[in-house]
């Protein structure tokens, strides 16, 4: 079974940056598509990005052209460089693969807030 460690996640003043990082156990982490998501206080779970085996990326909207997200295969890392950072952003990031997911890990707190 994977084992998915989120981190990174601070507290941060509007306009900032912070670069997440997910580390997952297991051999077969380069052939997934794997995907960071987000969930604030009271509301669903919402995937931010995803990103193939390939590299190629896909966003939500409302992260578009404010956050990237990239992968390291032969660290078995997901990141997920967020700029321009917004109050709305405050939530629980997680990283899981995008189908059939892992159990989930902690997550990391992200806290946008003068």
């Known amino acids: 079974q994977v084992q998915l460690v989120e981190s990174g996640g601070g507290l941060m003043q509007p306009g900032g940056s912070l670069r997440l990082s997910c580390a997952a156990s297991g051999s077969d982490f380069s052939i997934y598509t794997m995907a960071w998501y987000r969930q604030a206080p009271g509301k669903q779970r919402d995937m931010v990005a995803t990103?193939?085996?390939?590299?190629?990326?896909n966003y939500a909207d409302f992260v578009k052209g404010r956050f990237t997200i990239s992968r390291d295969n032969v660290k078995n890392t997901v990141y997920l460089q967020m700029n321009s950072l917004k109050p709305e952003d405050t939530a629980v990031y997680y990283c899981n693969r995008l189908i059939n997911q892992f159990t989930w890990g902690q997550g990391t707190q992200v806290t946008v807030s003068s």
């Open positions: 990103i193939t085996s390939g590299g190629r990326t």
